[in-house]
């Protein structure tokens, strides 16, 4: 009976939030896109294919498809669709990148500084980029809360957390947090300023949070006694510690920034002793010096596909890294860490092909489907599957052609860049101004 | 006597027949079977390329081939001239961020007097990665000030600096002010900045010319005084004799307009450099029969407004106005990514068949190389490269590299590192299963 009650209580509460929380959620577009070459990332290609997309969701990829009534249509005769791009390693869409206050600042999380207007999104948009995964920068060995977006320009910052991924953490080795391309005139030098320090001070901190939850279960035990006593004191909460000791529940998984394979090798073995999961390395220049260990953790690489030489640490990391890496089973993909690099990952993508050979389809997987699954996210997005959101980009040749060029980009069946309406309104502005600049008669 | 006489001769007369035969056996090589493309006139399909020592000996279709050539079957590859970097740190510049490494920038702000062949690092490990992918010769430039100095144009193979100078000086390099390189977050050099700039700059070349004319007169006359030696002046001397192009780095479509006036009052000969906002004043410069190299299209347009395309869909524009154009990597260790920024501009508009010639013949045209190399024509050295398909296009193969009739070596560091490596993957994994 009381179980009952409680039941109904609990679904009555759960329709109301629901209602309170639908105005939030919208529900997505419709589109039906016919007559492209469908490359879906994990089914093949599709030549003459249409995807219906139905609030948003994929609801059917195949040919001759009817739009149901009030659908509208988009022609995409001789052209290519293929998911939205999803970049695994950006810091766009932020009104900060780098928390410098402090060496430690796990309790920094970017989802309070989105910038829905930031112009890296349409630059983004207009390289067919549909989600981002946005991060703290590598100024410190543990960075913050990193956020998923999707690039809704237009649209205030709660509707582009994609709530769907998995909560990340970042954490940085070598060369930037112990600032050696920094002028020693600029500041005086804090703590670490070598790789020693930089491990040493991750470790101490997965310590201090071991400390801090052995604290409060120490408190909730005591708590639980028959007569607790009446000094008993709850610790003092502490948000840096109580990030990290998420990443040690399993809540927040690691995204490590690291160049050097030996640094890489040492961050596993700290993974290992505290029992926490690394997702991915970031840039990670000597992955394929590594292989058989990135393989027997289940660590995934997101990377630069060529940008190396910038400093000594990408002093080896060589354009065939991609395939090389992609071939022999870890899931890779291509970043661009960069607000210009971002409208582009498609040609990086492309020279997957080129240096080491990679199939077309694992080549675009590159850039959509293995980010989607390192940022636990290929449930809803990364190819173009029944179910999934309505992300897709459209490219007038081949994607992976050095000759193509975005045409659209549509996130959940919404257009968000349309090029023939971008030159549109550009030609349309230039008339206008023409017209107001020509001497008036009279 | 006589008899020995006439033995020695005919001994000597042997053997210089047999050397020179010799020699010629081994000179030639014959690439049959690829499809040509000269890049100038038609391509031909399943033709012949026949190399005698450095240079193209001819080039046809169902050509007779020299007796003891060297065969090479090409059936299904592709045969382009190798590519030209209008504009680039190649063996100036290893890690960027190392200034230990970084060689292409002088302190200061007038220094003509740099020649950056003279910094060139042979070992450069950019080197054989650029050529790797078909880039055959680069101009190496100086950058910084408003003088930066003289570039030089190099092949992509030898051991000293000598051996890989083509001609240097080729160019001296001027940096206007005005737009910076490109990006949203730049602000643009103020106005007056600009045009304090460019009387600074006609300053100098005024002063070369009154030094010119000093050392003129006294060469003339031993009672004159030579001019006091300054070697910046000096270095200037070709530019104002209009033996020496000048290489104007400029963005703004303001600062385009005042550097074409400049070199037409200054008459000095000259080339364009960036050019970012071009596509506004695209007339202007073609009028002007002033030549553009791009920069590196890898960068953002330097204002909203110009559209998010702009620097794609730039070189199309100046290319339809008549302009003649050439593409650059603008860099060291992406020296390799030339081909690409040609294929974006075709992408956004520009020619494909234009967009191969800006890096290949139009360079050379440019650079007044273009009678030994650009194209593949009989009498050009031969620089040649053989692909799988166009060799604009990402997924593209490089097969060989030929770069004055040798055939170039197209390992890297990238294959040497992972070919290092490869054994310790397989071996760790043998031992896990």
Redo the contacts between chains.
Sequence with gaps: MRITRKLILGVTWTIFFAFLAAPFTRAGGSLLIKNGTILTVTGGVLPKGDVLIIDGIIRQVGQNIQAPPGVKIIDVSGKYVMPGIIDSHTHIALSGTNETGDVITAEVDMADVIHPED?SI??AL?GGVTMVHTLHGSANPIGGRNVTLKLKWGRPAEEMVVHEATPTLKFALGENPKQA?RPATTAPPRYPISRMGVNAIIRRELLRAKNYMEEWERYRQAMKAKNPPPTLLPPRRDLRLETLADLLRGHLVARCHSYRADETLEFINLAKEFGFKVACFEHIPEA??I??EL??QGIGISVFL???????E???G????VA?CAQ?GIVVSINSDS???I??LF?DA??A???GGLA?EEALKLITLNPAIQLGVDKIAGSIDVGKHGDVAVFH?HP??????CEMTIIEGEIYFDRDL?LKE?QDKEQAAKRSAAPKKG | MKRTLIVIVLALAVGILARVSLASEEEYTVIKGARIVPVVGEDIAEGMLIIRGERIEAVGRDLSIPPGARIIDATGLSAYPGMIDGYSFLGLS?????AATVDYRETGRINPQLRSTEALRPES??IPITRSNGITAALVVPTGGLIAGQSGLIRLVGWTPAEMVIKSPLAMHVELPGLGRAG?RRQPASREEASKQLLELKDWLNKARSYDRRRDAAAKNVLFRLPDFDEKLESLIPVIRGELPVMISVHADKDILAAIQLVQEEKVKAIFFGVTQGWKVAEEIAKAEIPVVFGSL???PPS?ED???AL?RNPSVLSKAGVKIAFSSQS???A?DL??HA??A???GLD?REALKAVTIYPAEIFGVAQMMGSLEKGKLANIVLTNGDI??????IHKVFIDGKEVDLSS???E??EK?KP??RM??EK?L
Excluded: C, Q
Excluded at chain 1, 400 to 405: E, I
Excluded at chain 2, 94 to 98: L, N
């Design positions: 112009l349409l630059t207009s391309n394929y010096k292989v058989p393989l027997s060529d940008n190396w030489a910038y400093k000594v990408a002093e080896e060589i354009a065939p890294m090389y022999h607000s210009e690099r409208r582009r040609n492309a020279k092909v080129k240096y077309e040749e992976l052609s050095a000759y193509t060029r971008y550009r | 290893e890690i960027s961020s190392i490990m950019h949203f890898y960068e953002m909203w559209g998010y395309d794609y060291a260790s992406l390799k081909p690409y294929a974006k075709a992408a956004f494909k604009l296009e990402l997924r593209t193969t560091r990238y294959t590192l992972l490596y310790r993957t760790k994994l896990r």
